[in-house]
């Protein structure tokens, strides 16, 4: 099987420019835990504006929209509220303990074998992104090549 590696610079369509650019600046916000943080300084305060306006039910309406996975038969739905309510009883179970593992390997290692059953890992800001960027340099780092390296015990 072939593989196909993309960089940054790749633009498939020429008229996708202007997208690819915008693109890259929402991807470098979200690699800066500051801006990170100022975006959710500032959905909190969004929060409690439509808390206290006429926009509380359509935002009520959408916090319980249903939200459906499938694979083959295997099928599950449930609420954005109840998502985010499953993910609370998980930190609050934790009594607000946290474990840093800044190598990347390490920490999805880390959770591989404390997830418990029932428990469901999310490996989330990567995305399509096959590097890491290490003050300013890009590495090669693929999260499916870390998981089978874990599950091989490399």
Same mark, same amino acid.
């Given at each position: 099987m072939t593989q196909h590696h993309h960089h940054e610079s790749d633009i498939f369509i020429k008229e996708a420019e202007g997208h690819q650019r915008r693109y890259h600046k929402i991807v470098e916000l979200t690699h800066s835990t500051t801006k990170a943080a100022? +975006? /959710?300084l500032l959905g909190a305060i969004i929060a %409690?504006? +439509?808390a206290n306006t006429a926009f509380h039910e359509p935002f009520y *309406?959408?916090?319980?929209t249903e939200v459906s996975l499938g694979f083959g038969t295997a099928h599950a739905e /449930?609420? %954005?509220a109840h998502i985010i309510n499953d993910i609370l009883i998980g930190v609050h179970k934790a009594d607000g *303990?946290? +474990?840093t593992i800044p190598d990347r390997k390490e920490a999805i290692k880390y959770c591989m074998e404390h997830a418990g059953a029932g428990d469901i890992v999310i490996l989330a800001g990567k995305g399509h992104e096959d590097y890491q960027e290490i003050k300013g340099v890009k590495h090669h780092m693929d999260e499916r090549d870390l998981i089978q390296e874990i599950i091989e015990g490399r």
């Open positions: 100022g +975006v /959710m %409690l504006i +439509v *309406e959408f916090w319980h /449930m609420s %954005l *303990e946290y +474990v």
